[in-house]
Each structure stands twice: as structure tokens, then as C-alpha cells.
T-cell receptor
Framework: AQSVSQHNHHVILSEAASLELGCNYS??????LFWYVQYPGQHLQLLLK??????LVKGIKGFEAEFIKSKFSFNLRKPSVQWSDTAEYFC?????????????FGTGTRLLVSP | DAGVIQSPRHEVTEMGQEVTLRCKPI?????LFWYRQTMMRGLELLIY????????DSGMPEDRFSAKMPNASFSTLKIQPSEPRDSAVYFC??????????????FGPGTRLTVL
């Protein structure tokens, strides 16, 4: 069965610091990869996704993620965080090239950005 | 578009009571997903429907949980009887699915369930 690991459960940064959140998955076949964000009191929103092509994916709000197939990783990055980036971030994977719509999520990383 | 609508937003009940959570997907979407979010296990898929038919219910924890989708605009998740360990936030999401293509799942605001 697929699994997704997010090793950092809590991250605290100061504004303008750089961010990298780790995500590793276990599935060996073709995958679709996602990062979702959940701001305090709000529902999950899609931040970015990778299906194929350029392994460096740009998302909204200055976020990007890099798919490294050999490492089964899809880490999220942002060069300079803002206080408004305080949220919980979820990595998710879907088996690609299938009709299955199921997403498997990691347990999430809570990011706190101090002003 | 109002997005995915869930009700109630908060539910507090006592152990042994029946709980029904409701979801209205985005109009035109044909796939609907129920997720549960807990501190320990994160976000888990419970069940998903495509064209009102349950496709994968392998995440439903036990027989106390049941889900229905009587039509394209409404789904329920029922817990009977409820237990304290069912306390969690339950999210509904919907998407438009055509063949094997994947389209973004849009999430509702969630229902925070507390079972005393």
C-alpha cells in the first residue's frame, strides 16, 4: 500500500527565512504528487501538483516543489516565508495512469512563521 | 459557486448516539470523497463515490460507519453508535472525473465532531 511520510511535524521560522518541507512516498510506479495547504480555520486548498514533465513545479504564493524520482521525494520550498504562510501543509500522492482518484495524504507539517 | 457545503460545522454528542454528517458537492462534480482528520493519523480517505456509486470504501473503519449518496447533490456519513475515538474533523471533497484523468479535489470546511 502507498504511504506518504512527512518527517517534520512542526516547523517554526522567522519571516524571510527559507522553507523546505520534506515529503517521501512509498509507491514505485507512476505517481501524481500534490501539496495542499490548510490555513487556520479554513479548508484544504491545492498549493501545487506534479503529473509529468519538468520535475520542478511552481505553485501559488511563491511555493515550488521538486520531484526527485530516485529519492521518492517531493519536497516543498519557498525562498522567503511570510507570516501569512502560517498553516498546515499536506503532501499527497495518487497512483498515476489509473482511474483511481484516491489520494493518500501525509500526516501534515504545521508551520508557524513568527513576525 | 458556493463550493462544497458541509453541515453541521460542529457536532457534540454523547457516546452511543447516532451522528449524521452531510455534504453537498460542487454542482457538476461527479466524484465525492469523505476524509477524516485526526492528530494521530492525519488525513485519511474513508470512502469515495463516482456517479453516486461507492468505488472504494476500504478506509471505512468499521461497520459503525456508513455512507450514502442518494443523488448527485447530496451525501451522508453516518456513525452509529458513536464512540469517543470517532472524535475528529470530517471533510468532504468533490471533483469532476472523466475516465482516468485526475482533476483537483475541492474540499469543504469540515465538520468537527466531538463524542463525549
Amino acid at each position: 500500500a502507498q504511504s506518504v511520510s512527512q518527517h517534520n511535524h512542526h516547523v517554526i521560522l522567522s519571516e524571510a527565512a527559507s522553507l523546505e518541507l520534506g515529503c517521501n512516498y512509498s509507491y514505485g510506479g507512476t505517481v501524481n504528487l500534490f501539496w495542499y495547504v490548510q490555513y487556520p480555520g479554513q479548508h484544504l486548498q491545492l498549493l501545487l501538483k506534479y503529473f509529468s514533465g519538468d520535475p520542478l513545479v511552481k505553485g501559488i504564493k511563491g511555493f515550488e516543489a521538486e520531484f526527485i524520482k530516485s529519492k521518492f521525494s517531493f519536497n516543498l520550498r519557498k525562498p522567503s516565508v511570510q507570516w501569512s504562510d502560517t498553516a498546515e501543509y499536506f503532501c499527497a500522492v495518487r497512483e498515476g495512469n489509473t482511474g483511481f482518484q484516491k489520494l493518500v495524504f501525509g500526516t501534515g507539517t504545521r508551520l508557524l512563521v513568527s513576525p | 459557486d458556493a463550493g462544497v457545503i458541509q453541515s453541521p460545522r460542529h457536532e457534540v454528542t454523547e457516546m452511543g448516539q447516532e451522528v449524521t454528517l452531510r455534504c453537498k458537492p460542487i454542482s457538476g462534480h461527479n466524484s465525492l470523497f469523505w476524509y477524516r482528520q485526526t492528530m494521530m493519523r492525519g488525513l485519511e480517505l474513508l470512502i469515495y463515490f463516482n456517479n453516486n456509486v461507492p468505488i472504494d470504501d476500504s478506509g471505512m473503519p468499521e461497520d459503525r460507519f456508513s455512507a450514502k449518496m442518494p443523488n448527485a447533490s447530496f451525501s451522508t456519513l453516518k456513525i452509529q453508535p458513536s464512540e469517543p475515538r470517532d472524535s475528529a474533523v470530517y471533510f468532504c471533497a468533490s471533483s469532476y472525473t472523466l475516465g482516468s484523468a485526475y482533476n483537483e479535489q475541492f474540499f469543504g470546511p469540515g465538520t468537527r465532531l466531538t463524542v463525549l
